[in-house]
């Protein structure tokens, strides 16, 4: 059963990825932890970026729910 309750952390977590990119890198560069001396990795990378973690993270944890529930 733990594997299910991994695999919704894992899939909300995805989500919020996917679903909050822009506002996380906002939120970075408002924080000052994004590096302004690299002039060829703009902000639409970094979105890019965090949405397909995201989205790596929502199948594992769609695959982790899947696969503790057949179990």
């Known amino acids: 059963m733990w594997i299910v309750a ?5 899939l909300a977590l995805g ?3 996917l679903l909050l990119a822009p506002a ?4 970075r560069r408002d924080a000052g ?3 302004d001396s690299s002039p060829e990795i703009t902000d639409e990378d970094r979105i890019l970026a965090t949405r397909g973690m995201g989205a790596l993270f929502a199948v594992i944890g769609a695959l982790l729910i899947g ?5």
Do not use: C, H, K, N
Not at 6 to 10: D, M, S, W
């Open 67 to 71: 696969y503790g529930l057949a179990g």
């Open 15 to 17: 989500l919020a990825g």
């Open 6 to 10: 991994l695999g919704v952390v894992a």
């Open 24 to 27: 996380m890198i906002e939120a």
């Open 33 to 35: 932890m994004l590096r």
